[in-house]
């Protein structure tokens, strides 16, 4: 099987310690790809660099909103000129993307205002290089859809990770041209909303991440002290998800691999 990770942070440092493994196991699970999206301007590097070794890994760059207290005064035009630069250099292997962008209106302090800003700049940046965007929304789902159409749709289009909104906004999503990504949230047997969400969202707009190192799988290792997510749990996820879908595990492998594919551009396959 071949497989893409949708979304992860290999750069994490409860990952780092162990990367050269972590990537090793991997592959040999079959994770051909891994997108490996950034958080905030400090990690921009660890991703750049994570790319750099690795041909497989796919660099997205964003500010997520949980660490829009540390960004600089210069963080959009230092965010349009990496993208720049890294569209320049991958061309010939596949799109880079923006993110982890978008809206959580869940934590504590929300800054909603600060938030909306934040978010529609690196959708319309999105827009303006033409590169894919993987977005994370919790509590802000009529926000999300009131931003789009003031944006209207993205060449590139993008992703929206981890998804925990209703089935029925998933034919909104399809209409701007979205892909729709489901981690292990869909492995706990309470986990009602992504389940039904996958069960009608299109074949040719599902994608499967795992989040890494978050969101652990429902599973024996679930119950291990201090475990942690990796992107080998893909495979797992694959099943559960395939057997949710009503598809043969091989053949939605390959829809999803397939779909990754034309949403990064991968040349070659």
Request: aromatic residues 8%; negative net charge.
């Amino acid at each position: 099987m071949k497989l893409i990770d949708a979304h992860c942070h290999l750069q994490s440092s409860r990952l780092s310690e162990n990367i050269d493994q972590t990537i090793k196991n991997a592959n040999s699970a079959g994770v051909e790809y891994m997108v490996c999206c950034a958080t905030c301007e400090q990690d921009w590097l660890d991703v750049q660099n994570l790319s750099l070794e690795h041909d497989f890994v796919i660099p997205c760059y964003g500010i997520h909103p949980w660490y829009m207290d540390n960004i600089s005064f210069e963080w959009e035009n230092k965010l349009a000129d990496l993208l720049r630069t890294e569209k320049t250099r991958l061309k010939n292997n596949f799109l880079p993307g923006i993110g982890e962008a978008g809206l959580d209106f869940a934590i504590k302090v929300p800054n909603r205002p600060l938030q909306e800003k934040i978010f529609t700049d690196q959708l319309i940046l999105a827009k303006e290089l033409e590169l894919p965007i993987s977005i994370h929304i919790r509590k802000a789902w009529d926000l999300f859809i009131n931003i789009l159409k003031k944006i209207g749709d993205l060449p590139a289009q993008g992703l929206i990770h981890s998804y925990s909104g209703s089935a029925d906004m998933i034919p909104i999503f399809e209409k701007y041209g979205f892909y729709i990504s489901f981690s292990d949230s869909i492995t706990r047997p309470n986990a009602r909303k992504p389940i039904k969400a996958l069960e009608i969202v299109s074949e040719n707009r599902m994608l499967i991440e795992t989040d890494s190192p978050d969101i652990l799988p429902s599973m024996p290792l679930h119950q291990e002290k201090n475990a942690i997510n990796k992107p080998e749990n893909l495979v797992f996820i694959a099943n559960i998800a395939s057997q949710i879908k009503k598809i043969p595990v091989k053949e939605f492998v390959v829809k999803t691999y397939n779909n990754g594919v034309r949403l990064f551009n991968i040349s070659g396959q």
